[in-house]
């Protein structure tokens, strides 16, 4: 019961974190009544539509003058009060941190409280949460596998209609498994245009022609999947196609290519529309556009609000995202848009280091540079944007060659060293390093994030 996977090409969205001095810009409109009333609306709806597409009720949140955070907080409040939507929502972001922090999906208790949620929607009659029903059951989340629970969670859903799950049952009982695909019961999904069963046989074909034949059906039948990962496989022979099939999966609402698509609406001056599809991407659960999208309105000054952004890296950190964690850490060391807590924000960057998240070390080089939460110490900070570039961070050489110019109060510049670390970046193919250089250095400082202007 193994759902299909897209993998979307991070190089889009690892925009670096660290920035130069910004201006601050007012803070965010509280939430009014309007949202609370504009959410229940359109979470009502989704649930009597039994559609599992929450766009509609992040759409009502952000129009009503609400935040990603009040969505968070009114999805909460649904699923404290039993509403399956909301249940089968907070399951899967249990889920997704789980598997983040790759823990157990056996014993986690997120894990079981994964499934309890899950089974809850399920029973309730949600049919979106009795097909997942059947994929934790099946596969063991929260409890040991049980093929037969599972089928009877799917069974359920395909009475109710669930193409997706009639896909999952075909799949089950191997009707799949000989690669013909003329047997009555196929046929008949198949002559119904069920793009879920189309992205399962695409599954099957691996890497082949046969593949991309299939999920060319299935995207012509409406799959957001189907639609991102042909733009994927036309990233290198065709742009044009690439983008567009990825606006088509963006406007199906597939939040790995809202974030995507978002990335690029800003590139090319689309800012209204490219922030808000980061926005709803975030919100309908793909994490990773959390620092995204916090680093989208640290740029622009009619949205920069430090407790903004704080709250955003505060979410993305709850939901195990790494980049998120780096810098709502950071901003506890720092108190920016937060009170200070210098010591908890240090020993998480530490953690994290350890961990391998190659951000940390860029924001352990910042404090030891700069003196902030630590000693200033010229030596660690250098060694630890070493490390960043152990890592695969981008301009960790120009990062050293710029400190070690202007220097701290631990060190006095140090022109010789700091044309070596130039050198260096030059070696490692670093693009335009002179001219980064000299930029940081008309700076006159360097933080991993802005410091908060008074």
């Known amino acids: 019961m193994k759902k299909l996977l897209v993998t979307l090409p991070l190089g889009l969205l690892m925009m670096p974190l660290y920035v130069f001095a910004q201006t601050e810009a007012p803070v965010a409109q509280n939430m009014e009544q309007s949202t609370e009333s504009a959410f229940s609306a359109a979470l009502t709806q989704v649930l009597q539509s039994q559609s599992e597409d929450l766009y509609s009720v992040a759409v009502a949140v952000l129009q009503s003058g609400g935040t990603e955070a009040d969505f968070f907080r009114l999805m909460n409040q649904a699923c404290d009060a039993a509403n399956p939507v909301a249940q089968k929502w907070k399951a899967q972001l249990l889920l997704q941190s789980v598997a983040a922090a790759q823990a157990d999906l056996l014993t986690s208790p997120d894990a079981m409280r994964a499934r309890e ?194 709250e955003l890296y505060r979410l993305g950190d709850a939901l195990q995202d790494a980049r998120s964690s780096v810098a709502y850490a950071y901003c506890l060391v720092t108190g920016r848009g937060c009170s200070a807590a210098p010591e908890k924000g240090v020993e998480m960057l530490r953690q994290l280091a350890d961990d391998g998240s190659p951000y940390a070390n860029v924001a352990l080089a910042d404090l030891y540079f700069n003196g902030c939460g630590v000693e200033s110490n010229m030596m660690k900070a250098v060694n630890y944007l070493g490390e960043a570039d152990a890592a695969g961070v981008p301009n960790a050489y120009v990062l050293m060659a710029a400190l070690t110019q202007l220097g701290n109060a631990a060190a006095a510049p140090d022109s010789r060293r700091a044309e070596l670390y130039l050198k260096m970046a030059a070696e490692r193919g670093e693009q335009n390093p002179r001219q980064l250089f000299d930029a940081m250095i008309q700076q006159k400082e360097w933080h991993f994030l802005p410091p908060v202007r008074k």
């Open 117 to 310: 949620l899950m089974k809850a929607a399920a029973e309730a009659g949600y049919v979106p949460a009795q097909v997942e029903m059947a994929r934790y059951a099946g596969s063991g989340v929260g409890a040991a596998a049980s093929e037969s629970e599972g089928l009877r969670y799917l069974m359920q859903a395909c009475r109710s209609g669930s193409s997706r799950a009639r896909a999952a049952y075909l799949l089950l009982s191997g009707r799949l498994n000989t690669g013909k695909f003329d047997a009555p019961e196929i046929a008949s999904e198949l002559g119904k245009n069920n793009y879920h069963l189309e992205e399962v046989i695409a599954s099957l074909y691996g890497d082949s022609p046969e593949a991309l034949e299939w999920l060319e059906k299935a995207s012509a039948h409406g799959s957001p999947s189907a639609a991102f990962m042909l733009g994927q496989s036309k990233l290198q022979s065709d742009e044009a196609a690439a983008l567009a099939l990825l606006k088509l999966s963006a406007e199906r609402h597939l939040p790995e290519a809202l974030a995507t698509h978002g990335v690029i609406q800003m590139s090319q001056q689309q800012g209204k529309e490219g922030l808000q599809n980061l926005q709803l991407a975030f919100m309908l659960g793909y994490t990773p556009a959390a620092s995204t999208l916090a680093a989208q309105f640290i740029r622009q000054a009619e949205t920069y609000s430090p407790e903004r952004v704080f």
